[in-house]
């Protein structure tokens, strides 16, 4: 009598994560190596999750400290605002409201694509970009994440942080804001999949430095 031959095959299940930082809005933050200038030609992308508090707060800065600056943040009214003062006063611009936003991934890309007239250009999701001109004067590097320069701290989620040493096409930015690289790409001068630190993945080693308990976490997609 022939024996019936099986094959057993072990079932396995490709789990998929989204990683990301968390910021409790009280005191942590994240300092990043960023040698692009903000008066250069530049693209920042990230995605972001927010709760519905009733407080101002803010993603990502120019240097902590006096003089020219640009920060990027929720106000109190849950409008995310644009807001710089580089060689003369400050001036702001309001990209969208988030009320409908709130418990989900967003992204935002800030991209400077023409130096001379000064413009830069912020974009909330897929929405239309909303125009700032950013002033004359020279601005610091963006490089901090989490809070701004007085001490307004993000409270929230930040993934797939990307700096860019050129201004991107609509198509390039877009394919930034969804794409994980997993290579080093021209032009990508820093980038923080914040990955359960606050390592650079571009190849550069502009690692970040973590100050009073960043969470790194992850979420199955």
Known sequence: MRRRKFNFYSAKTLVKYRKYASFDGVNDYILIDNNTSASDNYTITFSFKIDPISTTRHFISTTVGSGNKMKIGILSNNNIQ??????????SV?????????GKWNTLTIVRRNVSDNNVGIRLNKNPYVLLNQGTGTA???NTVGRDETGIYFSGDIRELKIWDKALNEDEAAESTLTSYTSPQPNLVCYYKFDGNALDSSGNNR?????????????IL
Do not use: C
Not at 82 to 91: A, C, D, E
Not at 94 to 102: A, C, E, K, S
Not at 207 to 219: I, M, P, Q, S
């Open 82 to 91: 644009l807001r710089t003062r580089v060689g003369g006063p400050i001036s």
């Open 94 to 102: 309001d990209v969208g409201f988030t009320n409908d936003l709130f």
């Open 207 to 219: 690692h970040g430095t973590e100050f009073n308990g960043v969470k790194y976490l992850e979420e």
């Open 140 to 142: 610091s590097n963006w």
